[in-house]
């Protein structure tokens, strides 16, 4: 079959598009709001959203990203808006033992409501960005992977709809925390400990609990080293 989007209809019960990318990691991303205005007094609220577009760029230094859809009235996210104004955000990796947590952190809820205490998940204020010994990004504590992330962009897609519309939202990151229970003897993050969740196609997610290794034949040292994401490999065969 073929189609295009936009132009021409695909003719199945279902649209098929998102299903044929995957599978996708999940951007649970943790923000915070600046001091309310008329309120300076008032704590910050803070906000835990899940997004379906979500990658990693380079890794020297390294960057991720999230893609954040309008809502159905055609304003931004919280999530953004907060990125926006704090200039900071947490990803924290989204587990098949947290799927449920991950699912209901989904809501469109008002700005007000703090979603770590609507599904029941506690704070990590352990923070090392600038700034967050007075206004914090909480990371999610239950989850064994946590990037700290200071913004460096944001790319404005436009939509066909209100919806289609999507802010794509770069940061870079500072910090890495990494549970010590997730790591394997030989040092390596074990994703059959940790079980990450990722989005499918529908309403349909993955969890991943196995992993194969191939390597290229004939890459040397430095391009390996880039394929494995090894910044400081790379530095030294830059340096000799």
């Given at each position: 079959?073929?189609?295009?989007?936009?132009?021409?209809?695909?003719?199945?019960?279902?649209?098929?598009?998102?299903?044929?990318?995957?599978?996708?990691?999940?951007?649970?991303?943790?923000?915070?709001?600046?001091?309310?205005?008329?309120?300076?007094?008032?704590?910050?609220?803070?906000?835990?959203?899940?997004?379906?577009?979500?990658?990693?760029?380079?890794f020297d230094p390294p960057y991720v990203m999230f893609a954040a859809n309008q809502t159905p009235e055609g304003s931004k996210k919280d999530t953004v808006r907060n990125v926006d104004s704090t200039g900071?955000?947490?990803?924290?990796?989204?587990?098949?033992?947290?799927?449920?947590?991950?699912?209901?952190?989904a809501q469109q809820l008002p700005f007000e409501v703090d979603e770590f205490h609507?599904?029941?998940?506690s704070k990590d204020f352990s923070s090392c960005l600038p700034g967050d010994d007075t206004n914090p990004v909480p990371m999610v504590r239950e989850s064994p992977v946590k990037f700290e992330c200071s913004y460096h962009s944001t790319l404005r897609l436009p939509g066909g709809s209100a919806m289609g519309g999507v802010d794509l939202v770069i940061g870079r990151v500072e910090g890495v925390h990494i549970a010590d229970w997730a790591?394997?003897?030989?040092?390596?993050?074990?994703?059959?400990?940790?079980?990450?969740?990722?989005?499918?196609?529908?309403?349909?997610?993955?969890?991943l609990d196995k992993t194969f290794e191939m390597v290229i034949p004939g890459g040397d040292k430095a391009i390996?080293?880039?394929?494995?994401?090894?910044?400081?490999?790379v530095q030294r065969s830059d340096t000799t």
């Open positions: 079959m073929f189609y295009q989007p936009g132009k021409t209809k695909h003719n199945l019960p279902f649209d098929p598009f998102k299903a044929c990318v995957v599978p996708r990691p999940i951007g649970w991303i943790s923000t915070t709001s600046l001091p309310r205005p008329g309120s300076p007094s008032a704590p910050p609220i803070h906000n835990l959203a899940p997004f379906s577009q979500f990658t990693n760029l380079s900071k955000f947490v990803w924290n990796l989204a587990t098949w033992d947290l799927r449920d947590k991950v699912n209901a952190s609507h599904v029941g998940l790591l394997s003897e030989e040092g390596k993050l074990d994703i059959g400990k940790t079980k990450p969740i990722a989005r499918c196609g529908y309403y349909e997610y993955v969890v390996l080293a880039g394929l494995e994401g090894n910044a400081e490999q």
